[in-house]
Every structure is written in structure tokens, then in C-alpha cells.
């Protein structure tokens, strides 16, 4: 089993800050990629930012130079610093994986979500 816990999620005022992680852990062999989705009422889910095991980094148009992805020496933990928050960025949070258990494929792997409320 993979298991993917988040945490930092909460209310906060417009232009405020918020640092959101994720841990991975449990039977993983590989890491490939990990990063952030984010879905707001009514809306599909979409990506904010990814990490690859290569190092490089994706952003959506709309959080870039705001937020920032970032991961730990072991890259089994990634952050997501999201800065200058405007009600807009309001949605549930998932942290995403995509993941190889030992002697299997990589597959995606969800967080179970944490809500980030941007609201005066």
C-alpha cells in the first residue's frame, strides 16, 4: 500500500500565505513525480504544480510566481508555499503521486484532499 497524507490546509485572508505537504509512504520503491491538483466547487480538478524525479517543475498559468513546489533531500515529501492567496485559489487541495510499488508499475496515487479557504 502507498499512502499519501496531506496537511496545512485552512483559512486564510486575501494576500495571505499558506504552506500545504504531502508524505508519502509505505511499500514504494520509485518515486517518478509528485505534485498538486486542485478542484473547486463546480469545477473539474486541475493541476497547480508538479515535481519530477528529474528536477524540473510545472506550474498552472494562474498560480505561477505566486506559488512554489518544493520537495525534501528525500523527495518522499512535497510542499506546495502559496503566497499572495486570492479568494479564487479556494478549492480542496490533492496531493498526487505517480508512484511504483516494488515489483510493480507506476500508477497514480491521491491524497485524500485538504480545503484551502481564501476569504477577508
Known amino acids: 500500500q502507498v499512502q499519501l497524507v496531506e496537511s496545512g490546509g485552512g483559512l486564510v485572508q486575501p494576500g495571505g500565505s499558506l504552506r500545504l505537504s504531502c508524505a508519502a509512504s509505505g511499500s514504494i520503491w520509485a518515486i517518478n513525480a509528485m505534485g498538486w491538483y486542485r478542484q473547486a466547487p463546480g469545477k473539474q480538478r486541475e493541476l497547480v504544480a508538479t515535481?519530477?524525479?528529474?528536477?524540473?517543475?510545472n506550474y498552472a498559468d494562474s498560480v505561477k510566481g505566486r506559488f512554489t513546489i518544493s520537495t525534501n533531500n528525500t523527495k518522499n515529501t512535497v510542499y506546495l508555499q502559496m503566497n499572495s492567496l486570492k479568494p479564487e485559489d479556494t478549492a480542496v487541495y490533492y496531493c498526487?503521486?505517480?508512484?511504483?510499488?516494488?515489483?510493480?508499475?507506476?500508477?497514480?496515487?491521491w491524497g485524500q484532499g485538504t480545503q484551502v479557504t481564501v476569504s477577508s
Open positions: 515535481f519530477t524525479d528529474g528536477g524540473s517543475t
Open positions: 498526487y503521486g505517480y508512484i511504483r510499488r516494488r515489483a510493480g508499475m507506476y500508477t497514480d496515487y
